[in-house]
């Protein structure tokens, strides 16, 4: 099957008991068994449920990986790949990161004897200079959170292969409409299900594919041993959400590019981060391991935090809210939102300054959207 086909029919058949052409929500915390040791399929709702095993299937599906684990949160998933890791680990991550990702390796994880190294990875070849004999993982984002720095996913992941450690891709930004990491060499991919894939802004999940099978029976373990699993309702809205995905995808990504363009060229407007502008650093390895270049935008207004305030508290239609991905245009100022938890000189060196604005594009009219902005942007 073609991706556009498989969103709408990979693992959710028509209901066998009814008919019902919506994959049925089994809001149910245990099952029947028939007997000791003996169950029909399915043993109690931590552990497994067949909404979430729909969801599962699914997204191994569009991701072109064998397997699928579904979680409570993007952080849930996240956590549990780290708990793959022992004390005195090393992971090599790119420097340009997920504000939340940040913290879970820095307050958490770095307590518990874990070393992070945060890299510049648009030369593949820091990550050799970075290699220690404890080190274990590779954590990338391409496109990266909040600059959309764009890493040769390719590349690095055969570096990684050099020195046997595994590779994770949070794929949250481009989706698998968009990007397929696993065939780029990746090992695990990350999902804020959150996001691009419900895509409406009624659920928290997150989601991780592998294809090795030992790496899945570990991953599931811990699945089931934590217990930061997603409810059959929260599973149920993201196969919703995955239906339209192509169509959404199609159309941020149409509109994203419309508004990069007209905000580098906006005198109020410092800079532009967006892949799809042939300006963009990463726009060549993007054009290469993408299918389009996403529906996220970063910008730095010329002014002071006081103007960028003003610039929030003008805008229409477009919501000043965390989070991203919804069929509506959301806006975040990464030093007080997403990155908040960054230390303050960390995220000047990274470039995170307080005059950048994400945005994450929507699915409305691109002129009303270019007119929101323009409003915002005189009054600073």
């Given at each position: 099957?073609?991706?556009?086909?498989?969103?709408?029919?990979?693992?959710?058949?028509n209901?066998?008991?009814?008919?019902?052409?919506?994959?049925?929500?089994?809001?149910?915390?245990?099952?029947?068994?028939?007997?000791?040791?003996?169950?029909?399929?399915?043993?109690?709702?931590?552990?497994?449920?067949?909404?979430?095993?729909?969801?599962?299937?699914?997204?191994?599906?569009?991701?072109?990986?064998?397997?699928?684990?579904?979680?409570?949160?993007?952080?849930?998933?996240?956590?549990?790949?780290?708990?793959?890791?022992?004390?005195?680990?090393?992971?090599?991550?790119?420097?340009?990161?997920?504000?939340?990702?940040?913290?879970?390796?820095?307050?958490?994880?770095?307590?518990?004897?874990?070393?992070?190294?945060?890299?510049?990875?648009?030369?593949?070849?820091?990550?050799?200079?970075?290699?220690?004999?404890?080190?274990r993982?590779?954590?990338l984002?391409?496109?990266?959170?909040p600059?959309?720095?764009?890493?040769?996913?390719?590349?690095?992941?055969k570096?990684?292969?050099?020195?046997?450690?595994?590779?994770?891709?949070?794929?949250?930004?481009?989706?698998?409409?968009?990007?397929?990491?696993?065939?780029?060499?990746?090992?695990?991919?990350?999902?804020?299900?959150?996001?691009?894939?419900?895509?409406?802004?009624?659920?928290?999940?997150g989601?991780?594919?592998?294809?090795?099978?030992?790496?899945?029976?570990?991953?599931?373990?811990?699945?089931?041993?934590?217990?930061?699993?997603?409810?059959?309702?929260?599973?149920?809205?993201?196969?919703?959400?995955?239906?339209?995905?192509?169509?959404?995808?199609?159309?941020?990504?149409?509109?994203?590019?419309?508004?990069?363009?007209?905000?580098?060229?906006?005198?109020?407007?410092?800079?532009?981060?967006?892949?799809?502008?042939?300006?963009?650093?990463?726009?060549?390895?993007?054009?290469?391991?993408?299918?389009?270049?996403?529906?996220?935008?970063?910008?730095?207004?010329?002014?002071?935090?006081?103007?960028?305030k003003?610039?929030?508290?003008?805008?229409?239609?477009?919501?000043?809210?965390?989070?991203?991905?919804?069929?509506?245009?959301?806006?975040?100022?990464?030093?007080?939102?997403?990155?908040?938890?960054?230390?303050?000189?960390?995220?000047?060196?990274?470039?995170?300054?307080?005059?950048?604005v994400?945005?994450?594009?929507?699915?409305?009219?691109?002129?009303?959207?270019?007119?929101?902005?323009?409003?915002?942007l005189?009054?600073?």
């Open positions: 099957m073609r991706f556009n086909t498989k969103v709408i029919h990979e693992g959710q058949p209901d066998p008991l009814t008919g019902a052409v919506s994959f049925p929500i089994y809001q149910t915390s245990t099952y029947e068994q028939i007997e000791l040791g003996i169950s029909k399929g399915f043993t109690y709702g931590r552990t497994e449920n067949p909404t979430r095993s729909a969801l599962e299937k699914a997204l191994s599906s569009l991701e072109e990986g064998n397997f699928g684990l579904c979680f409570s949160s993007g952080l849930a998933a996240a956590n549990t790949v780290m708990n793959l890791l022992s004390k005195e680990s090393h992971v090599i991550a790119v420097d340009d990161l997920y504000g939340g990702t940040f913290r879970l390796f820095t307050k958490l994880y770095h307590k518990f004897g874990v070393d992070f190294t945060f890299l510049d990875l648009s030369n593949p070849e820091n990550i050799r200079k970075a290699v220690k004999k404890e080190t993982l590779l954590w984002e391409s496109p990266t959170n600059l959309l720095k764009i890493v040769d996913i390719e590349k690095c992941a570096m990684a292969k050099e020195y046997g450690l595994l590779v994770l891709v949070d794929n949250t930004f481009a989706t698998p409409y968009l990007q397929k990491p696993l065939k780029l060499g990746a090992d695990i991919v990350l999902h804020s299900t959150t996001k691009y894939l419900n895509g409406h802004a009624d659920v928290i999940g989601a991780l594919v592998v294809n090795s099978e030992k790496l899945y029976q570990e991953l599931k373990f811990f699945q089931n041993a934590v217990g930061g699993v997603p409810s059959p309702m929260d599973c149920f809205l993201v196969l919703r959400g995955l239906k339209t995905l192509p169509i959404r995808m199609d159309r941020h990504c149409e509109n994203a590019l419309k508004l990069a363009e007209f905000l580098k060229s906006h005198r109020k407007v410092k800079k532009v981060y967006y892949p799809g502008l042939v300006e963009h650093e990463g726009h060549e390895i993007a054009k290469r391991q993408m299918k389009n270049f996403g529906g996220m935008i970063s910008f730095e207004l010329d002014t002071d935090f006081k103007g960028v003003k610039f929030f508290s003008n805008l229409k239609i477009i919501t000043l809210a965390e989070s991203l991905g919804a069929v509506k245009s959301l806006i975040c100022h990464p030093a007080t939102m997403t990155h908040a938890s960054v230390d303050p000189e960390v995220r000047r060196q990274r470039g995170i300054t307080d005059s950048l994400r945005l994450s594009v929507g699915l409305e009219n691109e002129d009303d959207l270019k007119e929101a902005l323009e409003n915002a005189k009054a600073i």
